[in-house]
């Protein structure tokens, strides 16, 4: 296989004559044309002009790039062109408050911060500069960031010649989603995320790759490292068409995927739940009826919504892929869920966190005691440990707090969990937010298994007492009765707290921010972990 370089993919691509086209929910809001789909070689010819402008607005080799727009797929392709002049982008999402990305940017101290107008609207509402050397505005007006520049000053400047690097050499910054306070922006360079994961996505795997017939889409956060291994692994297949969804509101994403029914389909599991409408009775197969792969990462899906999902396919036998990983480390697990997997059985509630078994020949768990980091025996519940090669370089601007993470040759990665006797690895809780004799996440799962009309059950752990479950209804309504009989077997809990959807704070994945809910409802913005008494040498297993 040709060397796969992000910097200059759609070039390589439209020599080979690339079949695949592009579409949009939405046209690109950097695409002069306003253009609905686009080839290859149109992809490759905006890639290489916003190359152009992001030279011509001060970024050069070395320079950290932060890219600060609303949710779309060309903050990929910004990303694609600050690697192509030897830069290094590091998007950001948005959705943050600005103080958040103040202190993102403080840390990154970028060369160029390139932002769209409302990122740079609400910089100015709360007085807030953004930290950079130099600041490239997409659109709006020049005047709410003095000393910007404006898109329409380096539109048409020449590109320089792509830039290559050393596999070694930082890459690309991806930030985690956040659910536990401030993201960590995690460093990844050309070995750990080109050759280690897009690599290995863009080979032929029977079932999981894409294949010249598909019509592949994704509904995702596009600031996320994910977003950038997915996209240069999907188009390098060359698969007919894909898909690309900007706005999750169901009313808006359903046209588009009537209008180009995907054959496999990435979307985030908090975008999944708010689908499954579309999924439903008969005009669930108008939508993904042509769906063989579906495709869901950064956290479980609850079961109901696998099995309504999977139940809207014609396909004979479509499946589910679960992967389980971490912006640190790419993908750990992977699993497949079918029909059967996820169906009822003797009144048994299936569960989604059996996250399966590690990436074969790449990744190796531990599962350990948290206070010493000693192995614990299989099926009982501790600290998963992991290594892979995948792992990326460091945090920017926290390096003391990568070190005490990678504990000798091993990542913690925080979660807790254990390995059942087959090999599996079933993830219970983040280690914060674990309860003793009980797993929160496998309770939600329990919950939304049992009470129809449960969107979202969120069980918080308090200083002391119960766990207190928050539950979001598609109704707003929850009847206690009904609670207390589907609940009746679970660990003790207090009575349920019905918030709205947009109530709960979250991620720009979807999770929600349970520090925070937590800190909000209960006064507790964090538990403290068990505390440490070994070195990082017990952790060399």
Same mark, same amino acid.
């Given at each position: ?6 910097? %200059? ?8 004559? *690339? ?7 939405? #046209? ?13 070689? @149109? ?9 152009? $402008? ?19 797929? =060309? ?36 060369? /160029? ?25 997409? =659109?709006? #007006? ?25 596999? @070694?050499? #930082?890459?690309?910054?991806?930030? %985690? ?58 188009? $390098? ?30 979307? /985030? ?43 809207? *396919? ?5 499946? $589910?892929?679960?992967? $389980?990983?971490? *912006?640190?480390?790419?993908?750990? %697990? ?30 190796? /768990? ?67 937010? *674990? ?8 309770? +939600?799962?329990?919950? @939304? ?6 969107? +979202? ?9 119960? #766990? ?74």
């Amino acid at each position: 296989m040709k060397r796969l370089d992000v910097a %200059t993919l759609f070039d390589t691509l439209a020599d080979r004559h *690339s079949p695949t086209t592009a579409y949009f929910s939405r #046209p690109l809001d950097i695409d002069p044309g306003a253009a609905a789909a686009l080839g290859v070689a @149109d992809l490759a010819g905006l890639v290489e002009d916003a190359s152009g $402008w992001l030279a011509a607005a001060g970024a050069g080799p070395g320079d950290r790039v932060a890219i600060v727009k609303d949710n779309h797929w =060309d903050i990929v392709l910004l990303a694609m062109a600050a690697v192509r002049i030897g830069a290094v982008p590091a998007p950001l999402a948005a959705h943050l408050a600005p103080a958040t990305l103040g202190t993102l940017l403080a840390r990154l101290q970028p060369g /160029l911060a390139v932002l769209d107008g409302a990122a740079a609207e609400r910089f100015a509402a709360v007085g807030i500069e953004p930290t950079a050397r130099r600041v490239l505005l997409l =659109d709006g #007006p020049p005047e709410v960031l003095p000393g910007a520049v404006p898109l329409s000053d380096v539109r048409g400047r020449r590109a320089p010649a792509p830039r290559r690097r050393r596999d @070694d050499e #930082p890459l690309l910054v991806v930030h %985690t989603s956040g659910t536990t306070g401030t993201p960590k922006l995690v460093v990844h360079s050309g070995a750990t995320i080109v050759r280690r994961l897009i690599g290995f996505e863009a080979r032929r795997w029977p079932v999981l790759s894409s294949r010249p017939d598909d019509t592949v889409a994704a509904a995702t956060s596009f600031v996320h490292g994910r977003a950038f291994a997915w996209t240069a692994s999907v188009f $390098w297949l060359r698969p007919h068409a894909v898909g690309l969804i900007a706005d999750h509101d169901p009313d808006r994403a359903g046209p588009f995927l009537r209008e180009h029914p995907p054959t496999t389909l990435e979307a /985030l599991p908090a975008t999944y739940v708010r689908w499954q409408h579309l999924a439903r009775g008969e005009g669930g197969t108008d939508v993904f009826g042509r769906v063989r792969l579906y495709i869901s990462t950064f956290d479980a899906v609850h079961p109901p919504a696998v099995r309504t999902f999977l139940a809207a *396919s014609g396909h004979r036998r479509p499946v $589910w892929l679960q992967g $389980w990983g971490q *912006s640190e480390t790419g993908p750990l %697990t992977f699993r497949l869920l079918t029909r059967a997997s996820v169906a009822e059985a003797g009144g048994r509630s299936p569960t989604t966190r059996d996250l399966g078994r590690p990436v074969p020949g790449r990744t190796r /768990l531990s599962v350990v005691d948290p206070a010493t980091l000693r192995p614990v025996p299989r099926g009982r519940p501790g600290l998963i440990l992991a290594r892979t090669p995948a792992l990326g370089l460091g945090y920017v601007g926290e390096p003391e707090r990568w070190a005490a993470k990678a504990p000798g040759r091993w990542w913690n990665t925080e979660d807790i969990g254990m390995k059942t006797r087959t090999g599996s690895v079933r993830v219970l809780d983040r280690e914060i937010d *674990s309860v003793p004799g009980m797993s929160c996440v496998e309770v +939600e799962d329990v919950v @939304d298994d049992r009470i129809p009309g449960v969107l +979202e059950c969120v069980v918080l752990r308090p200083a002391e007492g119960p #766990p207190l479950p928050v539950v979001v209804t598609e109704s707003g309504r929850l009847d206690l009765e009904t609670w207390r009989r589907a609940t009746a077997d679970l660990p003790t809990m207090t009575d349920p707290l019905v918030m709205a959807w947009d109530d709960l704070p979250r991620t720009g994945t979807g999770k929600v921010r349970r520090p925070e809910l937590r800190a909000r409802l209960l006064g507790t913005p964090r538990c403290v972990p068990h505390p440490r008494t070994a070195g990082p040498e017990a952790a060399e297993l």
